[in-house]
């Protein structure tokens, strides 16, 4: 089953606020697209559960709060943040 992956207004924000000032460019572009297409398959079995219905997944160099709707079949970014 395929998920869409949605990013919240204020995660998008935030993500391209981290890619204009990093000199990693390169390494948040790349975790970003793997965040996606790992999100789009198999989003329970990505990182940890959270209160609330939210995950937390990390992959090096960003961090990602998320939320799974099975009935839209979507998932929500919530959040990201450098690690």
């Known amino acids: 089953m395929r998920y869409r992956v949605v ?7 935030d ?12 390494a948040i572009g790349r975790a970003a697209d793997q965040i996606d297409a790992v999100l789009q398959w198999k989003p329970h079995e990505c990182g940890e559960s959270r209160e609330a219905g939210r995950r937390v ?27």
Request: charged letters at 25%; aromatic letters at 14%; glycine letters at 4%.
């Open 7 to 13: 990013w919240e207004p204020p995660a998008e924000r």
């Open 57 to 83: 997944m990390f992959l090096w160099p960003l961090g990602i709060s998320f939320r799974i709707d099975e009935d839209q079949q979507e998932v929500r970014v919530i959040s990201v943040w450098q690690i």
């Open 15 to 26: 993500l391209t606020e981290l890619w204009l000032g990093s000199r990693m460019r390169h």
